[in-house]
């Protein structure tokens, strides 16, 4: 079965398709909101098959050291794909924020997001 990892905000209409259609949910933390599992922290274990949210979640606060490739290391350790929610007319200013990791996930529009996510899971 599939599991798509998602940040706090991603748009419950997608969830929700893809609890529709077999598609387990788990919910991810950058480790600064509090929210479900650090993505830091998964492992092959934990059979995530693609992680998915908004830029802003893999961004560290200007105070911290931290990249935004160190916060999503494990994604791409595990391979596990990761689809970085943004909108369209700020995907290079969000290519230059990312630096080395904008190779390494796949930028969508929120509006094209569900059709990007099947696509990777098919």
Do not use: W
């Amino acid at each position: 079965m599939k599991k798509v990892g998602y940040f706090e905000g991603t748009d419950s209409i997608i969830l929700t398709t893809l609890a529709c259609e077999g598609i387990d949910t788990f919910p991810l933390g950058n480790g600064e909101d509090g929210y479900g599992k650090y993505v830091g922290h998964i492992t092959k274990g934990d059979n995530i098959s693609l992680v998915v949210g908004y830029l802003h979640k893999i961004i560290p606060l200007s105070e911290q050291t931290t990249k935004p490739i160190d916060i999503l290391y494990s994604c791409i350790a595990h391979r596990i794909p990761a689809v970085i929610l943004v909108p369209e007319e700020l995907e290079e200013k969000a290519k230059k924020v990312l630096g080395e990791l904008a190779d390494k996930v796949k930028l969508t529009n929120p509006e094209n997001a569900l059709d990007v996510i099947m696509n990777i899971l098919k």
